[in-house]
C-alpha cells in the first residue's frame, strides 16, 4: 500500500501544471484578507479558473456563487469597481472559452444576472459601479458580435438589466443605461429575425384549430406572437434606432418580448386552444403541442409540453370513443418513436397515462392500439456497468420506472393485457407482422419488452435470451 501511494504521489507531481494567477487579479485576494474563508474560496477559484485545464461547467457554477454572495465585500471596499471589473473579466474569460458550447449560454446569462445584482445592491457606490456596469456591456456587446447565436439566451437577462437600470436613481447610471439600451435593441432584432427563418405557428394554427377565432393569426393569447408580429416589432424597433435617444423610449423598449417570452407564447397559446371547450379544443391543444415537441429551438419547454400532452390525452380517452382515440394514441407514438428526448420519465409516464386509460376504456381496438405501440417502443434497459467508487451501482435509473409505469397499466385490466386471438377483419399492426401470441404484454414479457422484434436488437447487441417466468 506504501509503494501504491508513492506511486500515485510521483504521478501527481509529474503531471501537476503550474497555475498563473495574473497581478492585475490578486486585488480579489487583498480585499477578502479579513475574511479567511472567503479569502481561501476566492484563491481556489482563481486557481481553477486560470487552470490549463478547466472543468467549465462547474467553474461557472463556483464563479457565479462567489460573485453573488461576495458582492457586498467588494462593494464595500475603496477599490471595489477594481475589483467588480475583475469579476466581470472572469465571467468574459469563461464566456470567450468555455466547453461544451451550452455553458457559454449559462455564462452569458449568469453574467448579466451578476450585473443586475450589482445595479440593485451598489447603494451609494452605484456611480461608480455604473461605470463597471457601462464597460461590461460594451465587452459582452463585441463578443456576441462575434457570437451571435449566444443572443438568443441572452435576451432575458439583459432586457432584465436595463428595466433595472432605468428604474436607478437620476443621473446615477446615465451610462450603462444608453450602452444596456443599445445592445438590447440590436438584440431583440436578432431574436426576431431568428424566429423568422422557422416555421409561421400561425400555419399551425390553420391546420390544428377548430374554426373560429383561434383559427386566425392573432392566435387567441396575447401572448402568442406569429411571424406578423414580428415583422410589425422589428419595424418599430428600426424606428426607435433612429431616434436621437433611446433612453426616451426606455419603457417601452424593455417592454419588447425577448426570446423566453416567445417561447412562452406556444405553451400559451396551446393552453388559449384547451380553453376552446370540449373535446374539440383538446384535440387541437395536442396538435399544438406534437408540433412543439418536433421544433429543435423549443427544445427548453420540450418536457413541459410531453406533461401537457400527457394530461390532455388521459382526458381526451377518458372521455371520447370511436376510432378517433385510436388515431389519437397512433399520432402520439410516432412522434415518440421518431425523437428521442433526453427525460425518460416524463416519457414513461406519458406511456402510462394513455396505457391505463385505454385499459380502462373497454375498447378493443384502443387497447390493441396502445398494446401494439408499446411493444414498438424501445425498453429502458438496466444498463448496469459496475460499480462507483462509493460502490453504488452504475445503472440506468428509467429501468425500475420503465417497469413500475408498464405494471401500472397491466393493473388496471390484467385480463385485457393477456393474449388474445386477433379479431376477424383487424389488419395486423403496421408497424410489426408478428403474431398476437408473441406481443403478449403480461409482466414476465417486461424486462425484454425492447427485445421482443428481432428488428430492435440493437447493433454489437447480442440477440436476448428467454425472458424470467416473473410472473406464471
Known amino acids: ?113 451578476y450585473l443586475e445584482h450589482v445595479t440593485r445592491q451598489s447603494g451609494e457606490a452605484l456611480a461608480r459601479n455604473a461605470l463597471v456596469i457601462r464597460d461590461a456591456v460594451a465587452e459582452l456587446e463585441g463578443i456576441l458580435r462575434d457570437a451571435p447565436d449566444l443572443v438568443p439566451a441572452a435576451s ?15 443621473g446615477s447610471a446615465d451610462g450603462a443605461i444608453d450602452a444596456a439600451l443599445a445592445l438590447l435593441r440590436t438584440s431583440l432584432d436578432i431574436v426576431y429575425e431568428h424566429w423568422l427563418a422557422c416555421d409561421d405557428p400561425a400555419g399551425w394554427l390553420r391546420k390544428v384549430a377548430p374554426p373560429g377565432p383561434l383559427a386566425g393569426a392573432a392566435g387567441g393569447d396575447p401572448e402568442f406572437i406569429a411571424h406578423a408580429d414580428l415583422r410589425q416589432l422589428r419595424e418599430r424597433l428600426r424606428q426607435l434606432g433612429e431616434s436621437s435617444s433611446l433612453r426616451n423610449h426606455a419603457r417601452e423598449l424593455v417592454a419588447f418580448p425577448d426570446n423566453a417570452r416567445i417561447i412562452r407564447g406556444y405553451l400559451a397559446q396551446a393552453d388559449a386552444l384547451g380553453r376552446h371547450g370540449g373535446s374539440t379544443g383538446a384535440v387541437a391543444k395536442i396538435g399544438w403541442l406534437l408540433r412543439v415537441l418536433e421544433h429543435p429551438e423549443l ?33 402520439v407514438f410516432e412522434l415518440l418513436h421518431r425523437h428521442t428526448f433526453p427525460y425518460p420519465a416524463t416519457v414513461l409516464d406519458l406511456i402510462k397515462g ?119
Open 354 to 472: 394513455l396505457g391505463r386509460e385505454a385499459l380502462a376504456s373497454d375498447d378493443p381496438d384502443l387497447v390493441d392500439a396502445v398494446i401494439d405501440e408499446i411493444l414498438a417502443t424501445d425498453f429502458e434497459y438496466p444498463g448496469f456497468h459496475g460499480f462507483t467508487a462509493e460502490w453504488n451501482v452504475r445503472a440506468n435509473p428509467s429501468h425500475l420506472h420503465a417497469i413500475r409505469a408498464y405494471l401500472r397499466i397491466i393493473e388496471v385490466d390484467p385480463v385485457a393485457a393477456r393474449p388474445a386471438a386477433r379479431r376477424p377483419g383487424r389488419p395486423p399492426a403496421a408497424r410489426w407482422s408478428v403474431d398476437r401470441r408473441q406481443r403478449a404484454f403480461p409482466a414476465r414479457h417486461l424486462v425484454a419488452l425492447g427485445r421482443r422484434h428481432p428488428t430492435r436488437v440493437r447493433p454489437g447487441e447480442a440477440p436476448a435470451q428467454a425472458p424470467p417466468r416473473l410472473l406464471q
Open 1 to 113: 500500500m506504501r509503494s501504491i501511494g508513492g506511486a500515485l504521489e510521483a504521478n501527481l507531481a509529474r503531471t501537476a501544471v503550474e497555475v498563473i494567477v495574473p497581478p492585475e487579479h490578486a486585488i480579489l485576494l487583498e480585499i477578502t484578507v479579513p475574511w479567511r474563508g472567503v479569502h481561501d474560496a476566492t484563491e481556489e477559484l482563481l486557481r481553477e479558473i486560470h487552470h490549463h485545464y478547466v472543468g467549465w461547467a462547474q467553474t461557472l457554477k463556483d464563479l457565479h456563487r462567489r460573485a453573488m454572495s461576495d458582492f457586498h465585500y467588494l462593494n464595500g471596499h475603496p477599490r471595489g469597481g477594481e475589483a467588480i471589473a475583475i469579476v466581470c473579466d472572469l465571467y468574459a474569460k469563461t464566456l470567450r472559452e468555455a466547453t461544451p458550447y451550452g455553458v457559454r449560454d449559462d455564462a452569458a446569462r449568469y453574467w448579466l444576472t
Open 299 to 331: 427544445v427548453s419547454v420540450h418536457e413541459t409540453a410531453l406533461r401537457g400532452v400527457t394530461r390532455t390525452c388521459s382526458g381526451v380517452l377518458a372521455q371520447r370513443a370511436g376510432t378517433d382515440r385510436e388515431r389519437l394514441v397512433r399520432t
Open 156 to 170: 432575458p437577462s439583459l432586457r432584465k438589466l436595463a428595466a433595472t437600470l432605468i428604474e436607478a436613481p437620476a
